[in-house]
């Protein structure tokens, strides 16, 4: 039997565009990332245009490339997600509104009670795309000399889940009386204290916000490693893709979804959404015109260092002309 399936869009913003040269381009915005009317804009017309979601990326060091190609870079600066989204959320109706939070460099409970004001701030609409920071310049900046190994930031990552949603469950949905004839506020019953102690998180609660809107906002992931397809398959109800290829997408989707039976998931509760780079034209040639005029603007300082960032290793003395060489394992995020 066909069911009736339904297309879902959601605008990765980090917080504007995600291609390097963007803010160059003509008629472009290049202080939208720290200028609230644009982003308000933005929200509004994406919601117009019945996207599901605001996708907040976010990074948590400035430092994450030699000064020559960060100078180059529109993404040193821009709002905290945090406070960006509530007040999005004010200004919208409808239009989902996920943030990057990092449960590397973030506590749980932070976390939780954030996620949770923003889910009654938008009246249902948060969600919270969980990741491990990929950044090594982001442990210095949080007192650590070097990033967790990736298996460990992955594991205090599934721990971390643990917590976060625990505490959404810190009150039943009618736990609030606010009873001013009785003089009750709340029912002791109603409220579950969570007393966690594992590997790596100790938290008692209970969470000092109300249960969610949603019960809990919506989990989000974007990890392609081993670890991060495993717990995206654990965790998800979106994950945001990036292959290159349809095939290698298909791959990653069968591979995603096939691990949700074991783990006691339904693989129709996972929506994966592949990542693109869209551009606009009145025809084929127009827009492959557009891409080029795009592609032209990335100067070679900003393109080496973000092949670098993404590569894990210093791609400055590669020959531009040449095949990728033999890259070696490293701790930097990973998509395969």
């Given at each position: ?73 529109a993404t040193v600066t821009s709002f ?114 969570l007393d966690h102690q594992g590997a ?137």
């Amino acid at each position: 039997m066909s069911r009736d399936r339904q297309l879902h869009l959601g605008a990765f913003m980090r917080p504007v565009g995600i291609h390097t040269a963007w803010w160059r381009y003509p008629g472009g915005y290049p202080d939208a990332n720290f200028n609230f009317e644009h982003l308000t804009h933005f929200a509004r017309r994406l919601e117009a245009a019945k996207f599901d979601a605001f996708f907040m990326a976010d990074h948590l060091a400035v430092m994450n490339m030699p000064v020559a190609a960060l100078r180059r870079s529109a993404t040193v600066t821009s709002f905290d997600p945090l406070t960006l989204l509530p007040a999005l959320a004010a200004l919208t109706s409808r239009i989902g509104l996920i943030a990057t939070a990092s449960t590397t460099y973030n506590e749980p409970y932070h976390v939780a009670r954030k996620f949770a004001s923003l889910d009654h701030i938008s009246r249902g609409r948060a969600g919270w795309n969980l990741v491990t920071s990929g950044n090594p310049d982001e442990a210095l900046n949080f007192g650590r000399d070097a990033h967790l190994d990736h298996a460990v930031r992955y594991a205090r990552a599934r721990e971390f889940y643990d917590v976060v949603t625990g505490l959404w469950d810190s009150w039943a949905d009618d736990a609030f009386l606010m009873d001013p004839e009785s003089g009750l506020f709340f029912d002791p019953e109603k409220m579950h204290v969570l007393d966690h102690q594992g590997a790596f998180l100790k938290v008692k609660g209970p969470l000092n916000v109300a249960r969610p809107v949603q019960g809990w906002p919506v989990i989000v992931q974007a990890g392609a490693s081993e670890a991060g397809k495993q717990i995206a398959a654990a965790t998800a109800e979106m994950v945001f893709g990036a292959s290159a290829t349809l095939e290698a997408a298909q791959a990653y989707y069968s591979d995603v979804k096939g691990r949700m039976p074991e783990l006691g998931r339904d693989p129709d509760h996972l929506k994966i959404l592949p990542g693109a780079l869209v551009i606009l034209g009145e025809t084929e040639a127009e827009a492959q015109a557009k891409r080029a005029r795009l592609d032209d603007l990335v100067h070679p300082d900003s393109g080496l260092a973000n092949l670098s960032v993404r590569l894990g290793v210093d791609a400055s003395g590669f020959d531009l002309d040449a095949p990728l060489p033999e890259i070696p394992e490293t701790n930097a995020s990973k998509t395969s």
